[in-house]
């Protein structure tokens, strides 16, 4: 339990600098929910998540009431569809993504992910399937999530699926076109995607884990800008500790909430991600934390730098507060969901080149991202294809979540609203990769694979 001072320190960073703990996830196993017959699969997946998170909402707010700290997103993850529903005789797999949306609207969570596939090196049937019915299934469901995994440092890049994914992005926009394009902010591209991600859009609930967990994000961007603020003229020893010292103590407060939520729900604790995730509010913005670490703007020069130093130094607090840390705990570099990102954007200070640097970097990758809605396929094959490659090559988890606005050009804005903010559509690099993108294949996994 937290002490008398944590408690005031904590009632403090809540108060004064937005703390909150992002998300309560639900994970469930769907994989005793196996069927030939898409309607009984659809009907055991209904009733298995209805039944495990019947309480998840009402346990959020009660633990909100307790505690006073705000819980802001109540979600669940499930088993990547395209493995739980492999058995399945169909051509489409739309009707599960309904199923799931039906679930999580019924028992009340925000968003449901796992309708993924997991196609590093190579696809099956059902990834084929999956990922066919994306552009259809975002757009006639509300909360579901979806995700590809198309590299790994240990299996190299499945470029068929780069080139793919370039053109179901492409098509869940025009899905979606009525409703800007808001199908590709619920889709993830990854490579090195990991088992127990409790932020969406990228959350599903790996094959490894057990039949159901608990998993809590905890979030405080703002925390840590406040923080820095009293350490303006000190040396980077002192920055670092201090962002280290207060990522502590954030961490702190998502082992509670986990902890407390385990024990009312009755579901084993998974692990705690603590990742600065920014919101559109004044004050809860990684780009403010670079300007008061001494850049005039995010994307000058030093950028990359000051984004390594703070998501190096978030995961060595959070492991220090708690024994399981996991998920993709750092720092995330999301351009709609940050007001001081969009600004950057806006004046041309952040570009999607400079973006790609800090990827090297941050804890995820290129996120929601707005280009013009005249991107090739290709071009998009491109961006994720350069993504990936940093994540394999470097051994970590990189993500794309870009979404081409069909009908906006580079000077228009587009307003996905709530969380996701508003973005203004950035330019791209327009010289063609065609020919590179349609050599398919694999890539090979790079020579530091081998660890056996």
């Known amino acids: 339990m937290l002490s008398r001072m944590e408690i005031q320190e904590t009632n403090k960073m809540i108060i004064e600098s937005n703390l909150d703990v992002r998300t309560i996830t639900m994970g469930i196993s769907l994989l005793d929910c196996a069927s030939s017959d898409i309607n009984k699969f659809n009907e055991k997946i209904y009733n298995k998540i209805t039944k495990y998170a019947k309480d998840l909402v009402k346990v959020g707010e009660e633990l909100e009431k307790k505690f006073g700290i705000p819980i802001v997103n109540k979600r669940i993850s499930v088993t990547p569809i395209a493995i739980a529903a492999a058995g399945c005789e169909t051509n489409s797999f739309v009707s599960i993504a309904e199923t799931l949306d039906k679930a999580a609207k019924d028992v009340g969570v925000n968003f449901i992910g796992g309708f993924s596939a997991l196609v590093q090196k190579g696809f099956t049937k059902a990834d084929d399937i999956l990922i066919n019915s994306i552009p259809e299934a975002l757009a006639r469901t509300e909360r579901v999530c979806s995700s590809v995994n198309i590299g790994t440092s240990k299996n190299g890049l499945n470029m068929d699926a780069v080139k793919k994914m370039g053109e179901i992005i492409i098509k869940t926009a025009r899905e979606t076109k009525d409703n800007n394009c808001i199908g590709c902010a619920k889709l993830v591209v990854f490579c090195n995607a990991v088992e127990d991600n409790p932020f969406m859009a990228g959350a599903f609930h790996g094959v490894g884990e057990a039949d159901c967990v608990i998993n809590v994000g905890v979030s405080g961007p703002g925390v840590v800008k406040k923080a820095l603020e009293e350490t303006k003229s000190k040396d980077f020893e002192t920055l670092c500790e201090t962002v280290k010292k207060t990522a502590f103590k954030i961490t702190r407060v998502g082992q509670l909430i986990a902890q407390e939520a385990s024990k009312k729900l009755n579901v084993p604790f998974g ?182």
């Not at 730098?305 to 570099?333: E, H, P, Q, R, T």
């Not at 806006?346 to 804890?363: Q, Y």
């Not at 950035?426 to 063609?432: D, G, W």
């Open 271 to 452: 692990i705690i991600d603590l990742s600065l995730a920014p919101t559109p509010a004044i004050g809860d913005s990684i780009a403010e934390i670079f300007q008061v670490m001494g850049l005039e703007e995010a994307g000058a020069p030093g950028t990359t730098a000051a984004l390594a130093i703070l998501n190096d130094n978030v995961k060595k607090g959070g492991v220090m507060a708690s024994s399981y840390v996991g998920g993709l705990s750092g720092a995330f570099i999301p351009v709609s969901e940050d007001h001081g990102m969009i600004k950057a954007a806006e004046i041309g200070a952040l570009t999607l080149e400079k973006l790609e640097a800090m990827t090297c970097v941050c804890s995820v990758g290129l996120d929601m991202i707005a280009i013009p809605g005249d991107t090739s396929s290709y071009t998009i094959s491109g961006i994720i294809a350069d993504e990936a490659a940093i994540g394999m090559i470097n051994n970590k988890t990189t993500a794309i979540r870009i979404i081409p606005v069909i009908g906006k050009n580079v000077g228009d804005n587009v307003n996905f609203g709530g969380l996701l903010g508003y973005a203004p559509i950035m330019p791209v690099n327009n010289y063609s990769c065609e020919n590179f993108i349609k050599r398919g294949g694999r890539v090979p996994a790079p020579i530091h694979s081998f660890k056996n």
